[in-house]
């Protein structure tokens, strides 16, 4: 069975630092492209950042560029997401997902259950 | 970057009637890059529908997509009670992507 597990997210104060992974099983997860994507409390969702399957490409919405860094190791079958300077707003619920392929941008399927990440002073 | 408007925010109809949900974007969705999601409460975004069209794996046939340009629809052919739920619509063909607000579809 293909599936995503999240993991790292907690309570920080404003300003702090989380780490998240993702666990990925049931795939071979260097043959695909990876993407963090958050949904602040009742909210919608909101695309943060992308990793090509060779780390070679990478992007990061506007709004977390220069505090968040996307990683990968597909030896150990896991994706990452280092958080810096953290924000009130950056508190959502962090989901991985995976994309169609191994580069380019395509539709996301399957998604992990999601890790809560709640940023207060 | 393409923003997606989706309307109506909640639609209230009953099992067995027919769903239209509408996703409008603010600039022309290129080689018809768009995807369809449905979540339920406390569970993660599931894929329904990619490249406007093509039914994800395990997903009913009840359940079509279709549009061109700028605007886009899924449709609910026949709702059944696990259907009711948010659905998203999003774009990959320009970057960012972008998602839709969502439409929230409620038993009525």
């Known amino acids: 069975e293909v599936q995503l597990v999240e993991s790292g997210g907690g309570l920080v104060q404003t300003g702090g630092s989380l780490r998240l992974s993702c666990a990925a099983s049931g795939f071979t997860l260097s043959s695909y492209a990876m993407n963090w994507v958050r949904q602040a409390p009742g909210k919608g969702l909101e695309w943060v950042s992308y990793i090509s399957s060779s780390s070679t490409t990478i992007y990061y919405a506007d709004s977390v560029k220069g505090r968040f860094t996307i990683s990968r190791d597909n030896a150990k079958n896991s994706l990452y997401l280092q958080m810096n300077s953290l924000r009130d707003e950056d508190t959502a619920v962090y989901y991985c997902?995976?994309?169609?392929?191994?580069?380019?941008?395509?539709?996301?399927?399957?998604w992990g259950q999601g890790t809560l990440v709640t940023v207060s002073s | 970057e393409i923003v997606l408007t989706q309307s109506p925010a909640t639609l209230s109809l009953s099992p067995g009637e027919r769903a239209t949900l509408s996703c409008g974007a603010s600039q022309r969705v290129s080689s018809r890059y768009l995807a369809w999601y449905q979540q339920k409460p406390g569970l993660a975004p599931r894929l329904l529908i990619y490249?406007?069209?093509s039914r994800a794996t395990g997903i009913p046939d009840r359940f079509s997509g279709s549009g061109s340009g700028t605007d886009f629809t899924l449709t609910i052919s026949r709702l059944e009670p696990e259907d009711f739920a948010v659905y998203y619509c999003?774009?990959?063909?320009?970057?960012?992507?972008?998602f839709g607000q969502g439409t929230r579809l409620e038993i009525k």
């Open positions: 490249d406007t069209s």
């Open positions: 997902a995976r994309d169609r392929g191994s580069s380019g941008w395509y539709w996301f399927d399957p």
């Open positions: 999003q774009q990959y063909g320009s970057s960012p992507i972008t």
